[in-house]
């Protein structure tokens, strides 16, 4: 029963990362796992609850790659999330904050709530490690590494966005570029 669970949850992931969450229903889940919408109801009975899961998953994701990438120097974990942005980029994805953002007004508190606590949990993880960076020498760029965090988020956000409208050059571009002004 994990296992369904488990692709539930993985499918919706995608699902969300290419169409967005109002863009599909339960029956997208359902015909491709060869499974009935009763038994995607029964793991998760709203759309609402499969968007947590996602959310869970995603903050569970996040946790473990930042705890992977501890040991390494500031500018390779920086460069570790960039790749991990440009893996949804080669995937023709965005990433869940991209995907979830402009609908956030009409996600239910849950999620809302959920996506400002990975949101948060990404920028304070980045404003750490941009601070610390700068403290050694690794990174140089001015003002707060807080607003820094931000311009990096948002562009590596937007380069997702943009890739899919005028190719995957543009995430190139805009990456190589944000590692340019503070390396």
Known sequence: MQDTREK?????????????????????ISDPLAIKNAAVHYYFPSKADLGQAVLDQ???TLESGINSWQALPEDQQLRHLIASFENKCNSHMVCI???????YNTLPVNMQERLQQFS???IAWLTGLLENGRKKGI???RGDAGDRALI?????????????VIGENAFEKISKQLLDDIL
């Open 152 to 164: 990096i988020v948002s562009n590596l956000l937007a380069s997702l966005l943009l890739s899919r």
């Open 120 to 122: 948060a949990a990404v």
């Open 8 to 28: 539930i949850v993985g499918l919706a992931d995608h699902l969300i990362k290419t169409k967005g969450f109002n863009a599909f229903s339960y029956k997208d």
């Open 58 to 60: 995603e903050i569970s």
């Open 139 to 141: 990174f140089s760029f």
């Open 97 to 103: 904050m991209g995907s979830l953002s402009p609908d």
